[in-house]
């Protein structure tokens, strides 16, 4: 499946589990000798009363991760599809808490994402000796990349839509050094279970660019997550409307968000399957 060209390996362990290693999950992910994706999302049974089914995920290097918001669209018109349930609306327990897809009349899927966080400690990062400049009604945080360490920084807004993030500004997504700097974000020092880099132009109040270097994948055509935590960002630092136009490279997500810090992200966007299969996984990898 994909969803504005992320795309996703589906595995139903509704019934029974598979029991993947991660070698495995590395395998399925590999787009030359598996089937290829940014992601594997796992529908297993509910954990617990209230909830419909758990929703686990890999990355492409096989380690499991809080979040996908892209995958999350994918998830529901995946069980709707599989005949795994009948409703719209499902609740669905992740790492990161419960979120709840919905079934649009127009094909595309909403979920609510939940709020974000902005408590470095909870992100998690690591902002001991580091001195926010004000931007907004918010801050930005200076990040060195490499030595000298004294050399000018990027500056990043961090905040967790589930799972951590880092969002830049930048005069034109399309010229950012997006393959060069975003594996130095992703795994810098101040983020303990390394980060999602996103990279944000501004188009108008209603609209903006995205690149994201995913965390354990690489760049991606979108990031669901990203798209949200870029907006929220942006509305912090005073740039966006509560409605915006992402636009990434694999299409177009709605993202929505009041401004309340305690108020919930509303992401909108396609989910489309893209073929069924059979594969054999080899033992012992």
Request: charged share 20%.
């Given at each position: 499946?994909?969803?504005?060209?992320?795309?996703?390996?589906m595995?139903?362990?509704?019934?029974?589990?598979?029991?993947?290693?991660?070698?495995?999950?590395?395998?399925?992910?590999?787009?030359?000798?598996?089937v290829?994706?940014?992601?594997?999302?796992?529908?297993?049974?509910?954990?617990?009363?209230?909830?419909?089914?758990?929703?686990?995920?890999?990355?492409?290097d096989?380690?499991?991760?809080?979040?996908?918001?892209?995958?999350?669209?994918?998830?529901v018109?995946?069980?709707?599809?599989?005949?795994?349930?009948?409703?719209d609306?499902?609740?669905?327990?992740?790492?990161s808490?419960?979120?709840?897809?919905?079934?649009?009349?127009?094909?595309?899927?909403?979920?609510?994402?939940g709020?974000?966080?902005?408590?470095?400690?909870?992100?998690?990062?690591?902002?001991?000796?580091?001195?926010?400049e004000?931007?907004?009604?918010?801050?930005?945080?200076?990040?060195?990349?490499?030595?000298?360490?004294?050399?000018?920084?990027?500056?990043?807004?961090?905040?967790?839509?589930?799972?951590?993030?880092?969002?830049?500004l930048?005069?034109?997504?399309?010229?950012a050094?997006?393959l060069?700097?975003?594996?130095?974000?992703?795994?810098?020092v101040?983020?303990?279970?390394?980060?999602?880099?996103?990279?944000?132009?501004?188009?108008?109040?209603?609209?903006?660019r995205?690149?994201v270097?995913?965390?354990?994948?690489?760049?991606?055509?979108?990031?669901?997550?990203?798209?949200?935590a870029a907006?929220?960002?942006?509305?912090?630092?005073?740039?966006?409307?509560a409605?915006?136009d992402?636009?990434?490279?694999?299409?177009?997500?709605?993202?929505?968000?009041?401004?309340?810090?305690?108020?919930?992200?509303?992401?909108?966007?396609?989910?489309?399957?893209?073929?069924e299969?059979?594969?054999?996984?080899?033992?012992?990898?």
């Open positions: 499946m994909q969803g504005a060209g992320n795309d996703f390996v595995l139903d362990e509704t019934k029974k589990p598979l029991g993947l290693t991660t070698a495995q999950y590395r395998f399925l992910a590999d787009r030359h000798f598996g290829g994706a940014d992601q594997i999302l796992t529908v297993r049974p509910p954990p617990e009363a209230g909830i419909d089914f758990e929703y686990v995920i890999h990355n492409a096989g380690g499991e991760v809080e979040q996908c918001g892209n995958g999350a669209r994918c998830f018109r995946f069980v709707r599809e599989q005949g795994l349930t009948a409703k609306v499902v609740r669905v327990k992740t790492l808490g419960v979120i709840e897809p919905r079934m649009q009349a127009d094909g595309r899927v909403t979920v609510d994402m709020a974000p966080v902005f408590e470095p400690a909870r992100i998690p990062f690591d902002a001991a000796g580091l001195h926010a004000a931007e907004g009604s918010w801050q930005k945080w200076p990040l060195a990349l490499s030595e000298p360490w004294d050399a000018a920084p990027v500056f990043i807004a961090a905040l967790s839509m589930g799972n951590p993030h880092a969002v830049q930048v005069a034109d997504v399309d010229a050094p997006v060069q700097t975003g594996p130095l974000i992703e795994n810098h101040r983020f303990p279970r390394r980060v999602n880099a996103g990279f944000m132009q501004v188009v108008s109040r209603g609209q903006i995205l690149r270097y995913e965390r354990g994948v690489g760049e991606t055509l979108a990031c669901g997550t990203g798209a949200c907006v929220v960002a942006g509305i912090r630092w005073g740039l966006l409307d409605k915006v992402v636009m990434t490279r694999g299409g177009q997500l709605t993202i929505e968000w009041p401004g309340q810090l305690d108020a919930p992200v509303m992401m909108t966007g396609p989910a489309t399957t893209v073929f299969s059979e594969i054999e996984i080899p033992d012992g990898i």
